[in-house]
């Protein structure tokens, strides 16, 4: 896609022992790590307790200029994220780093699945540079263009005439 670009970041993953009979560990994303290297697996960083950091995966994190509605959302909030998608394969018990995006948007749609685990970490200084310059040179403001809509007619059933509601 035009005008597209990418930057890859380190997913950085806490497992945490939670003592579950179901479930031993728990996983969930704490930052991200701009430029890292690629890990063929994951890479413990820190060992502290029942607590474990993991450099997991590098990912790209890549910017589409019809997204830039949700990039702009994301800056504006006081802790912009980068929003990282868990995902455990099929006959594996723990989960890996599927996907990273600053668009909220894209990890809402995640989140709905349910079967993913969708969760924000605060955004690095050079993503936040990185992302502004982009919205600043691609975003494109869409007015609001209210739809005509014909009076409501009860001999037809609805505004169009054919079946119920307001169409």
Not at 100 to 121: F, H, L, N, R
Request: charged share 30%.
């Amino acid at each position: 896609m035009r005008d597209t670009q990418t930057m890859r970041v380190g997913v950085v993953l806490e497992r945490r022992h939670i003592g579950n009979p179901w479930q031993e560990h728990a996983w969930r994303p704490v930052a991200v790590i701009p430029g890292a290297p690629e890990v063929e697996r994951p890479r413990l960083l820190m060992r502290e307790g029942p607590i474990e950091l993991y450099h997991a995966a590098t990912l790209p994190i890549e910017l589409y200029p019809s997204e830039t509605e949700g990039y702009r959302y994301n800056l504006s909030q006081e802790q912009p994220r980068v929003y990282v998608v868990l995902r455990t394969p099929e006959g594996e018990s723990e989960p890996k780093p599927f996907l990273a995006t600053v668009c909220p948007y894209e990890a809402q749609d995640y989140s709905d699945s349910g079967s993913d685990i969708v969760d924000g970490v605060p955004a690095p200084d050079p993503v936040l540079a990185w992302v502004a310059d982009y919205v600043e040179r691609h975003h494109v403001d869409v007015p609001f263009k209210k739809r005509d809509r014909l009076p409501f007619d009860p001999r037809k059933g609805g505004a169009r005439g054919g079946g119920r509601g307001h169409g």
